[in-house]
């Protein structure tokens, strides 16, 4: 009984102090791309981190692209612009015809059995169309004697997998004092 008396009391005393040390403390939220991305170092999918509380695509974001893109800045753009965090800085990419933001660079030799297709079909073709050989593969592909065959490489990808040349470091807006 004694024993048990000594378990309970210690139980008590260690108790409330094991639970506190247990506690996580409440994470820091951003709403600043910039200082969201300078606190996270990477993230790809900002929007599923609850730390961002700002909006999916911040505003200065959006207009740093149009910056750098030379377009008007719009709410077209804002739309189809996606941006995310690499070591620290804001990266963001507007979605196109033939860019594709949200893919990994496919940096596979190998053909597809839609451009081994496509070369049964038209043999000797200078080149196999970004429908047939995938928008995010980093090769040129051609049609050789009916067998598709990588002719250069065209595209390059960046630290975290994706197209290097569609994704733009976005610097904070400079204020005009």
């Given at each position: 009984m004694r024993y048990l008396t000594w378990l309970l009391a210690l139980a008590l005393l260690v108790g409330p102090v094991a639970a506190s040390a247990a506690a996580p403390a409440p994470a820091q939220t951003y709403s600043d791309p910039f200082a969201y991305c300078a606190a996270v170092g990477t993230a790809d999918s900002p929007g599923a981190d609850a730390r961002w509380k700002g909006p999916k695509v911040p505003?200065?974001?959006?207009?740093?692209?149009?910056?750098?893109?030379?377009?008007?800045?719009?709410?077209?753009?804002?739309?189809?612009?996606?941006?995310?965090?690499?070591?620290?800085?804001?990266?963001?990419c507007a979605v196109g015809a033939n860019i594709p933001c949200l893919s990994q660079a496919n940096t596979s030799r190998t053909p597809t059995p839609g451009m081994i297709a496509y070369c049964q079909t038209n043999s000797n073709?200078?080149?196999?169309?970004?429908?047939?050989?995938?928008?995010?593969?980093?090769?040129?592909?051609?049609?050789?004697?009916?067998?598709?065959?990588?002719?250069?490489?065209?595209?390059?990808?960046?630290?975290?997998?994706?197209?290097?040349?569609?994704?733009?470091?976005?610097?904070?807006?400079?204020?005009?004092?």
């Open positions: 505003v200065s974001v959006a207009s740093g692209l149009a910056r750098l893109l030379t377009v008007p800045m719009g709410e077209h753009l804002q739309k189809v612009t996606y941006w995310r965090c690499m070591d620290g800085q804001v990266y963001a073709a200078d080149f196999i169309p970004m429908y047939v050989r995938d928008r995010a593969n980093i090769y040129d592909w051609r049609c050789q004697g009916g067998h598709p065959v990588i002719t250069r490489q065209i595209g390059q990808p960046d630290a975290r997998g994706y197209l290097k040349s569609f994704w733009y470091r976005i610097e904070p807006a400079r204020s005009r004092s």
